[in-house]
C-alpha cells in the first residue's frame, strides 16, 4: 500500500503540475492576443496620424502659396549689348562704346559696323 500511495502522489503531483502549466499557457495566450490587438490599435492610429500629417503638410504649402507676393513686372535692366547698340546710335566710336558698356572692342566694333550697316541707304 505504501507503494500505491507513494506512486499517487507522483500522479496527482503531476497532475497539479500540467494543470498550472495549462493554466499559464493560457494566461500568455490571452496577453499575446491583446497585445496583438494593441499593436493593430497602434498602426491604425500610426496611419492616422500619418494621413492627418499629408493633410497639414498640403495645407501649409497652400498657405504658403498664398503668402509668397505675386511676381512684378520687373523693368529689365539694360543689357552691355543694348547699352553698346545705345551708344553707337548716339555716333560713339567702338573704343567708347567698349569702354562705357563693359564689352570687349571687338564686340563693341562689330556693333558699329552693324550699326552703320544698317543706316546706309
Do not use: H, K
Not at 94 to 121: D, F, H, K, T
Amino acid at each position: 500500500m505504501n507503494a500505491w500511495f507513494s506512486s499517487g502522489w507522483q500522479w496527482l503531483t503531476s497532475l497539479v503540475l500540467f494543470a498550472s502549466c495549462l493554466g499559464y499557457m493560457v494566461v500568455l495566450l490571452r496577453r499575446a492576443a491583446q497585445d496583438r490587438q494593441a499593436a493593430r490599435q497602434l498602426l491604425e492610429r500610426v496611419e492616422s496620424l500619418e494621413d492627418q500629417l499629408v493633410a497639414v503638410r498640403r495645407e501649409l504649402a497652400g498657405i504658403a502659396d498664398a503668402a509668397r507676393p505675386q511676381a512684378q513686372p520687373v523693368e529689365e535692366a539694360e543689357t552691355a549689348y543694348s547699352q553698346a547698340i545705345r551708344l553707337a546710335r548716339q555716333g560713339l566710336d567702338s573704343s567708347a562704346v567698349a569702354a562705357g558698356c563693359g564689352i570687349s572692342r571687338g564686340e563693341a566694333e562689330l556693333i558699329v559696323a552693324l550699326y552703320r550697316a544698317s543706316q546706309r541707304p
